[in-house]
């Protein structure tokens, strides 16, 4: 994993949360890229199943940095590893319950090796469920045909798509930015609005990861909705505030009525002018009282 430099470092983050299950396919599939000049560090954040226990082995195996930590938190986490552990000049993460293909870091350096202009790229996933099969294609970001590199702020902001969870970093824009806040839950979306407003975001058309999808978890999806509310609110002086604000009330509607226990919180958004004007408004509603 560790030979002669020939190109830039990067550093892998595994943040690891009671992923016992996964976590071995996870590290494997990192140890065994195609891109040999890169460090891995795992950060298990207060596991509570034998993630431990396998990450220990594993590490005795694969000889990567091993950190244990009391659970912080996952943008605390990539915070502190980034600041004072990594080495890289690029930066990716993987979650501890998905895994990579075998090419991905190579395929990203190639990418920002070439346009330096641009501080952070993405990819194509794959959708997996528990077992590791591949998900219907409902399940896949939809929006697959929009991704593009470029300027990307207004799509994001407004939430046409969001970019799957295969992202590569400069270590350096990071560092501009002073990193990922403490306690936010979408770090991922408050970072690729920060980004892209003043950059460029690069695009390879190919599926690097393999994201694997929790279908019914209320806990996620609620607290998904509510980070990307706090994150916006912070953009609430911008021309597209108003815009961005009626998209998330949709998406909340959209989400909330897939599931009973949220029926109620969709309740003040039965009877919004904005939103009872869009389409998705009439098939949530069809969802909402089905599941009642």
Same mark, same amino acid.
């Given at each position: 994993m560790?030979?002669? #430099?020939?190109?830039?470092l @990067?550093?892998v983050i595994v943040?690891s949360? $009671?992923?016992?299950?996964?976590?071995?396919?996870?590290?494997?599939?990192i140890?065994n890229q195609?891109?040999s000049?890169?460090?891995?560090?795992?950060?298990d954040?207060?596991?509570?199943?034998?993630?431990r226990?396998?990450?220990s082995k594993l590490?005795?195996?694969?000889?990567f940095?091993l #950190?244990?930590?009391e659970n912080k938190?996952l943008?605390? &986490?990539? &915070?502190?590893?980034?600041? $004072?552990v990594?080495?890289?000049q690029?930066?990716a993460m993987?979650?501890?319950?998905d895994?990579w293909?075998?090419? !991905?870091?190579?395929?990203?350096?190639?990418?920002l090796e070439?346009?330096?202009d641009?501080?952070?790229?993405?990819?194509k996933? %794959?959708?997996?469920?528990e !077992?590791?099969?591949?998900?219907?294609e409902?399940? %896949?970001?939809? &929006?697959?045909?929009k991704?593009r590199?470029g300027y990307?702020f207004?799509?994001?902001f407004?939430m $046409?798509?969001?970019?799957?969870?295969?992202y590569?970093? &400069?270590?350096k824009?990071?560092e501009?930015?002073?990193?990922?806040?403490?306690?936010?839950?979408c770090?991922?979306?408050?970072?690729?609005?920060?980004?892209?407003? $003043?950059?460029?975001?690069g695009?390879?058309?190919?599926?690097?990861?393999?994201?694997?999808?929790?279908?019914?978890s @209320?806990?996620?999806?609620?607290?998904?909705?509510?980070?990307?509310?706090?994150?916006?609110?912070?953009y609430?002086t911008h021309? +597209?505030?108003?815009?961005a604000?009626?998209?998330?009330k949709?998406? @909340?509607?959209?989400t909330y009525s897939?599931?009973p226990? +949220?029926?109620l919180?969709?309740i003040p958004?039965?009877?919004? #002018?904005?939103v009872?004007n869009?389409?998705?408004?009439?098939k949530s509603l069809?969802?909402?009282?089905i599941?009642?």
């Amino acid at each position: 994993m560790y030979r002669e #430099i020939k190109h830039p470092l @990067v550093s892998v983050i595994v943040p690891s949360y $009671n992923h016992e299950k996964y976590i071995t396919q996870c590290i494997e599939s990192i140890v065994n890229q195609s891109f040999s000049n890169f460090e891995l560090i795992v950060v298990d954040d207060g596991s509570t199943d034998n993630s431990r226990k396998i990450l220990s082995k594993l590490k005795l195996q694969y000889g990567f940095k091993l #950190i244990l930590q009391e659970n912080k938190g996952l943008s605390s &986490t990539l &915070t502190d590893v980034i600041k $004072n552990v990594s080495s890289g000049q690029y930066i990716a993460m993987c979650a501890s319950d998905d895994y990579w293909s075998y090419n !991905k870091i190579e395929e990203q350096v190639r990418f920002l090796e070439g346009n330096k202009d641009h501080p952070m790229c993405f990819s194509k996933c %794959h959708y997996i469920d528990e !077992k590791s099969i591949k998900l219907p294609e409902k399940f %896949h970001y939809l &929006t697959e045909e929009k991704f593009r590199t470029g300027y990307l702020f207004e799509d994001i902001f407004l939430m $046409n798509y969001h970019l799957p969870v295969s992202y590569m970093f &400069t270590r350096k824009i990071l560092e501009e930015l002073n990193f990922f806040p403490e306690n936010i839950y979408c770090e991922d979306f408050y970072m690729n609005l920060k980004i892209s407003e $003043n950059y460029p975001i690069g695009y390879i058309d190919k599926y690097l990861v393999y994201y694997r999808f929790e279908i019914n978890s @209320v806990k996620k999806n609620k607290a998904i909705i509510s980070s990307q509310k706090e994150i916006l609110d912070s953009y609430n002086t911008h021309k +597209l505030y108003q815009t961005a604000l009626k998209k998330w009330k949709i998406r @909340v509607l959209n989400t909330y009525s897939n599931y009973p226990q +949220l029926k109620l919180k969709c309740i003040p958004y039965l009877f919004d #002018i904005e939103v009872v004007n869009s389409k998705s408004y009439w098939k949530s509603l069809v969802k909402l009282i089905i599941k009642w």
